[in-house]
């Protein structure tokens, strides 16, 4: 099992950035696609975004799509989440995941993911 620790969230007003990181261990690190979610007070837990193991591929949530970027670094075993023109409905708990080996189709849903971090929060004031 590849164990992830998520790092980065706070307070940030609306219209700033933050910038999350998640490192992995326990695995082979790029083996894994990778994917952030993230779950709003009351709110089920959405699919932000992922990446490919070699990073050459992203796809992002429409919600966030042209405002946050996610890249990895598999010397480093980390994935990170940068979130640029933060509003208030994109605070919530941000969780890093890593997808199931042997996947058939692109990881966006949970049940495509089989590992998880613990989350960390991030709030956008208005």
């Known amino acids: 099992q590849i164990q992830l620790v998520e790092s980065g969230g706070g307070l940030v007003q609306a219209g700033g950035s933050l910038r999350l990181s998640c490192a992995a261990s326990?695995?082979?690190?790029?083996?894994?696609?990778m994917g952030w979610f993230r779950q709003a007070p009351g709110k089920e837990r959405e699919f932000v975004g992922g990446?490919?193991?070699?990073?050459?591929?992203?796809y992002y949530a429409d919600s966030v799509k042209g405002r946050f970027t996610i890249s990895r670094d598999n010397a480093k075993s980390t994935v990170y989440l940068q979130m640029n023109s933060l509003k208030p409905e994109d605070t919530a708990v941000y969780y890093c995941a890593a997808a199931r080996l042997y996947y058939t189709r692109t990881p966006t849903t949970e049940a495509d993911f089989g590992s998880w971090g613990q989350g960390t929060q991030v709030t956008v004031s208005s």
């Open positions: 990446i490919s193991e070699s990073g050459g591929i992203t």
């Open positions: 326990g695995r082979t690190f790029s083996n894994y696609a």
